[in-house]
Nanobody, 115 residues
């Protein structure tokens, strides 16, 4: 079994920054891709960014240029650096990882952008 644990959420003012982390642990041979999704209040979950094992990245249009994603393969950890945060970025952020061909989700961390 594999566990994903997110951290780094919280309350931030508009224009501020946060860094989310997601660490995978358990029985892991290889992690194919890791990524971040978010679910704003009353809306569907959406892909924010993902990074593959070879470092290729994808960003949703809404966060392109403001968010960056990186991973530390030695630590089985993915990071989401979020800059220039806006109220519309408020959501529960979930980590997703494809580990040995199986999809795992974290429990989520709340990000609130408000003055």
């Amino acid at each position: 079994q594999v566990q994903l644990v997110e951290s780094g959420g919280g309350l931030v003012q508009p224009g501020g920054s946060l860094r989310l982390s997601c660490a995978a642990s358990g029985r892991i041979v290889s992690i194919n891709s890791m990524g971040w999704y978010r679910q704003p209040p009353g809306k569907k979950r959406e892909l924010v960014a993902r990074i593959t094992s070879d470092g290729s990245t994808y960003f949703a249009d809404s966060v392109e240029g403001r968010f960056t994603i990186s991973r530390d393969n030695a630590k089985n950890t993915v990071y989401l650096q979020m800059n220039s945060l806006q109220p519309e970025d408020t959501a529960v952020y979930y980590c997703k990882a494809v580990v040995d061909g199986i999809i795992y989700w974290g429990k989520g961390t709340l990000v609130t952008v408000s003055s």
